[in-house]
């Protein structure tokens, strides 16, 4: 490929991944040659059997785990060896499979930082304030409102329900605005109401930005993903639209293998 060609390709790239081994401490390869790529406005689905590698992938991508092979690269440049908290700086938010809301502020107070910490990271020297700004507390509270959360919003977030609290900390990544929105397993444990909630506001803050997300409920994902790729013990076996996903034998074979009885591809 061109120099060019690469240049255009990685413009309307979010995320490339190419072939990623990662091997753990223990001596576990927990990925082989992994590859997938997002598009900058794509919402893009990672699936796979429990212990395949996904959180092991979302880790790699925001530098927590370093890569034994292969390369990434985020927002047209490489991540590999780059800090967690450079890649927030670069347009990368998180969200993670099991949830981290500060229990003790109220919805409002986690908001609120959480954008203060947009605000007061990209200088590197972040001045600590004692208050938030007028303009952190309304952003705050209007992205309260997006998200249904304005009720308990003076209630500490403790007092939440697991799916409120899912939904806040969806809530706390689209605050600062992200370009690539990694979300692992974003709507586990919630109702079925909260699923089909989580659904409808993933809809809205996916569009117009890139948005890589695993997750078990294969309704959220066929009503999400534009595309979807399949992870099974570290390595990638399909990739393609959700249609394509849902009648791969290859696919079912690796849920149905696990999961014997399962009407669909079974459900975490
Ligand atoms: N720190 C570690 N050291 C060694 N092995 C690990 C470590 N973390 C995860 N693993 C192993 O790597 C494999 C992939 O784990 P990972 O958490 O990435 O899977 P996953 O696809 O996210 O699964 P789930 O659907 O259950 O969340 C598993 O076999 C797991 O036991
Ligand atoms: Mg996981």
Redesign the pocket.
Known sequence: MSDQAQLARSRDRALVIDDVDLV???G?K??SKASLEVGTDERHALL????????????SICGE?KVTGGSIEVLGEPATGVLPAQLVRRGVGRSF?IGRVFETFTTGENLELAHEASETWPGGTRARRLRPSDEAKSVAHQVAVDFGLANGYDRPASALSHGEKKILELAMAVIQQPRLLLL??PMAGMSREETERAIEVLRVVGTGRAVLF?E?NMDAVFALADRVTV?AR?SVIASGTPDEIRNDPNVREAYLGKRSGAGDFGH?
């Open positions: 753990y401490d223990n576990f927990a990925l796979g059997p429990n212990g395949a590698g996904k959180t092991t992938l979302f880790r785990i499979q692992d397993e695993t078990h992870l570290g975490a």
